[in-house]
């Protein structure tokens, strides 16, 4: 009889399967991946943090590394500094 595994927070990486680059959970009791033909349904899934091991949501940014980090540990907690930087104008502020 198949039992039912346990319910978690995946926290993903990137790895490496046959020559391609898979999203898969680096948790030791978890054996989730994400095949190539699926990697555009991680974006928005829930993930753990490599940095502080907080929960966060995979960002267009966050996909980019191998090992997602969130917002915060990224530097990116005051959200106009990050839309200044990004040359992102402010529309209430025209800045």
């Known amino acids: 009889m198949a039992t039912k595994g ?7 990486y990137k790895a490496k399967s046959n020559y391609q680059r898979i999203w898969a959970c680096a948790l030791p009791d ?3 991946h994400m095949p190539p033909h699926y990697e555009t349904l991680v974006h928005g ?3 753990i943090c490599w940095k502080c091991d907080g929960p ?3 960002d267009a ?10 917002p915060d540990c ?3 907690n005051d959200i106009a500094a ?3 930087e990004r040359g992102v ?5 025209g800045r």
Do not use: F, Q, W
């Open 6 to 12: 346990k319910r978690h927070t995946h926290k993903y």
């Open 30 to 32: 978890c054996n989730h």
């Open 89 to 93: 104008i402010n529309p209430i502020s």
């Open 56 to 58: 966060m949501v995979l």
């Open 61 to 70: 940014e966050a996909l980019a590394m191998d090992k997602p980090i969130c």
């Open 82 to 84: 990050y839309l200044s």
């Open 74 to 76: 990224r530097g990116e």
């Open 45 to 47: 899934k829930a993930t």
